[in-house]
């Protein structure tokens, strides 16, 4: 089982930058694909960005891509999110999510997760 804490979300102005932290607690964190999903007031729970167990490989949605990059420091346990270019529609609770795997299949659905973070809100402003 793995707990999974969520960090460095806040109020950012268009153009800006936010860098996300999710700090995974439990064993073998390697065999983890870790996947970043958001939420907006009123919306579902959409898929933002997915890195594989070794960190070899990541996917974004296209609304993100170009703009958001996906990495993780396995000895650390944690991964994260760099957020570049914000735009107001990015605004969201963002939450990390954890599945563990045998294979490095891109999972962009939030029902193929098994632990998922509290969220933190990110907020920019026009």
């Known amino acids: 089982q793995v707990q999974l804490v969520e960090s460095g979300g806040g109020l950012v102005q268009a153009g800006g930058s936010l860098t996300l932290s999710c700090a995974a607690s439990?064993?073998?964190?390697?065999?983890?694909?870790m996947g970043w999903f958001r939420q907006a007031p009123g919306k579902e729970r959409e898929f933002v960005a997915i890195?594989?167990?070794?960190?070899?490989?990541?996917y974004y949605a296209d609304s993100v891509k170009g703009r958001f990059t996906s990495s993780r420091d396995n000895a650390k346990n944690t991964v994260y999110l760099q957020m570049n270019s914000l735009k107001p529609e990015d605004t969201a609770v963002y939450y990390c999510?954890?599945?563990?795997?045998?294979?490095?299949?891109?999972?962009?659905?939030?029902?193929?997760?098994?632990?998922w973070g509290q969220g933190t809100q990110v907020t920019v402003s026009s």
């Open positions: 999510a954890a599945r563990r795997s045998n294979t490095d299949i891109f999972y962009i659905r939030p029902y193929e997760y098994n632990y």
């Open positions: 890195i594989t167990r070794s960190g070899g490989m990541s």
């Open positions: 439990g064993r073998a964190f390697s065999s983890y694909t």
